[in-house]
């Protein structure tokens, strides 16, 4: 089972880099990890996506090691509007694995 | 929210009663999601449809039901609602992308029901 593993919450202040990691094991080569972004009574926005080494966008990037045990979405220099909570999802043979999720706070 | 709604926004419901969400896209993506989110829950996947009439079930499918009668409409039923399916509910869609893998992880969520069944 390829289940998701997020810390709870982090901390952070305005204009750091923060790297929130997902854990998940036994996971297919060809499984992709995706970042969602959700604020207070909002649906969740699609973030990044990758199945390997490194993807890089215009608001994140997303590092996937060699062994696709784990990957870490990357904030460059966090605002107060980052704050909210982010979930990693890996589907994998045709099962949706949501992480419970990790909430960012982000102070001044 | 990427040409998604969602209705009814909020419903207030009783026990034993049917309830039926919508969720209309105007995107015509192929691929369509039902999900609940309850504390300490994150996100749960009830039922998914991979095109008109093609639908499958999630992890918590048991109580309810879905429909696909064409691209843009995909129905989400409670035959009988409990108290237990109270919960906000997300429709979600995403696109084909050519590999399933990527269509499925790229998707888009409307702004969710509100449902509390007394």
């Known amino acids: 089972l390829a289940k998701t593993t997020q810390p709870i919450s982090m901390d952070s202040y305005e204009g750091q880099e923060v790297n929130i990691t997902c854990s998940h094991n036994?996971?297919?080569?060809?499984?992709?990890i995706t970042w969602y972004q959700q604020f207070p009574s909002q649906g969740p926005r699609f973030i990044i996506q990758g199945y390997k080494t490194k993807v890089t966008n215009e608001v994140a990037s997303l590092f996937i090691p060699a062994d696709r045990k784990s990957s870490t979405l990357s904030l460059p220099r966090v605002s107060l509007s980052d704050t909210a909570v982010y979930y990693c999802l890996v589907v994998s043979f045709n099962k949706f694995y949501f992480g419970s999720g990790t909430k960012l706070n982000v102070k001044p | 929210d990427a040409g998604i709604t969602q209705s009814p926004r909020h419903k207030v419901t009783e026990t034993g009663t049917p309830v039926t969400l919508r969720c209309h896209q105007t995107?015509?993506?192929?691929?369509m999601y039902w999900y609940r989110q309850d504390p300490g829950h994150g996100l749960r996947l009830i039922h998914y449809s991979y095109g008109v009439k093609d639908t499958d079930k999630g992890e918590v499918s048991d109580g309810y039901s879905v429909s696909r009668s064409k691209t843009e409409d995909f129905l989400l039923t409670l035959e009988s609602a409990t108290s237990s399916q109270t919960s906000v509910y997300f429709c979600a869609i995403s696109p084909s992308s050519g590999s399933f893998r990527k269509s499925y992880n790229e998707q888009f969520f409307g702004p969710g029901t509100r449902l509390t069944v007394l």
């Open positions: 036994n996971i297919a080569t060809n499984d992709y």
């Open positions: 995107e015509n993506h192929r691929y």
